[in-house]
């Protein structure tokens, strides 16, 4: 089992999250966050003064898949949210221990197969 954590633009969440239900992923968590990458620092004017803006809006995922997900996982995130510019964002894939469904008491694999 593996969680996927995905830092992307808030303006692709749709495109994103279509990709991933055309890939049958389901169950995420969706968080707005503030970052700051490779992105070229945008400078604003605000009550005639100027700001130099350091972060930038950003959308956090987090997917908890089996094994044999992750990659249509990974091409479905990198597919809606690819621009080919700088600061389209980043895909973490890390290592599960264990996950237990709180419901039903189901441990691993089955805790993280979606609800028919």
């Given at each position: 089992m593996k969680l996927i954590v995905a830092i992307i633009r808030s303006e692709k969440l749709n495109d994103v999250l279509e990709a991933l239900f055309k890939a049958e992923v389901r169950g995420l968590s969706i968080s707005r966050i503030?970052?700051?990458?490779?992105?070229?620092?945008?400078?604003?004017?605000?009550?005639?003064?100027?700001v130099k803006m350091e972060l930038s809006e950003k959308v956090r995922l987090e997917i908890g898949v089996s094994d044999h997900f992750v990659e249509p996982t990974v091409q479905a995130i990198m597919e809606g949210a690819r621009t080919g510019e700088v600061g389209d964002g980043k895909i973490f894939v890390l290592p599960v221990e264990k996950v237990y469904r709180i419901r039903t008491g189901e441990q691993d694999t089955a805790a993280v197969t979606p609800v028919s």
């Open positions: 503030q970052g700051h990458g490779g992105e070229m620092e945008q400078v604003e004017t605000y009550r005639g003064t100027t």
